[in-house]
C-alpha cells in the first residue's frame, strides 16, 4: 500500500503526462512500474525523493521529454473536442426553437474551442507538475472555468448586439441539429469511455426544454437553471470520488 504522498505524485504525474499527449497505454505502463518501485523503497523506509532523485518538476520535465507525443491519439480527439464544444452551443438555441447562425458564431465559436482548449490544458499541466494542494486546484479551476465563461459570455452578447444572422432555421433545422449535436456527445462518450459527454449537456439544457415547451415565467426557468447547475456538480463529485474509490481497489 502506497503512502498518500507517493499516490498524490502519481496522480499528478498521470494527469500531466496526459495532458502532454503522451500515449495512454505506455503511461500506464510507466505508472504501474514507478508504483512496484516505491512500494518496495517505502517498505525499507526509503521516500519518493530518494526515488526519483530530483524534485517533482524536473522528474516530470524528463519523462515528457523521453516519451513520444501520441499524435495519432490527438488527431481522433480533437475533431471529436471540436465538434463538442460547438455542439454545447448550438443544441440550447436548437431545442429553444431559437436556431440561427452569424458571422461571429462562425469565426468566434472555434476560437473559443482553441483558447478553451489552451487554457485548461495549461492548468492541468502546471497543477500535475506543481503538486496543486486540493485547494489551490479548485481555485485553479474556478479561474480557468472563469476565463473560458467570459469568453463565451462575450462571443454570444456579441453575436447578439452587433451583427445580423445570415441564416435563421425553422422547425426542421432545430430537430436536424438537435439530431447530430446528440450524436457528437454520444460518439464522445462512446470514444472517451465515459457518460460525461451525455450528462453534461443533459442538465445544461434541462432550462431550454423547459422554456420551449412550457409557459412558465422566466423566475421559475431561471430557479430551473440554476438547479441543473447544483445538480450538475453534485453528480460530477459523486462521479470524481467513485473514480478515486476505484481507483484505491485496484492499487
Known sequence: MLSAKSEFFIDNL???????GKNDQE?????????????????????IDEIIDQTPEQYMASLKQE???DYKSLIKFLPLYFLGVIAYFLIGPAIRGEFELNIIQ???????????????VYFLQNAGRKQFSKKKFFLGGMIAGGIVTTLA?????????????????GRTTDVIVIVICSGIFIATAIWSKTWVPIWIPAFLIIPDVFNRFTSWNI??????QIASFLLMFVVLILNILI???RKKKLV
Open 106 to 120: 462562425v469565426i468566434g465559436l472555434p476560437i473559443l474551442a482553441i483558447l478553451g482548449l489552451g487554457v485548461y
Open 243 to 245: 473514480t478515486e474509490k
Open 153 to 169: 459570455i462575450l462571443i454570444m452578447v456579441a453575436s447578439t448586439i452587433f451583427v445580423n444572422p445570415f441564416y435563421a432555421g
Open 27 to 47: 503511461i500506464k505502463e510507466l505508472v504501474a512500474e514507478l508504483q512496484d518501485h516505491l512500494t518496495e523503497a517505502e517498505k525499507s523506509g526509503r521516500g
Open 219 to 224: 423566475e421559475k426557468i431561471l430557479m430551473i
Open 67 to 69: 516519451m513520444k507525443t
Open 14 to 20: 498521470r494527469m500531466y503526462l496526459m495532458m502532454s
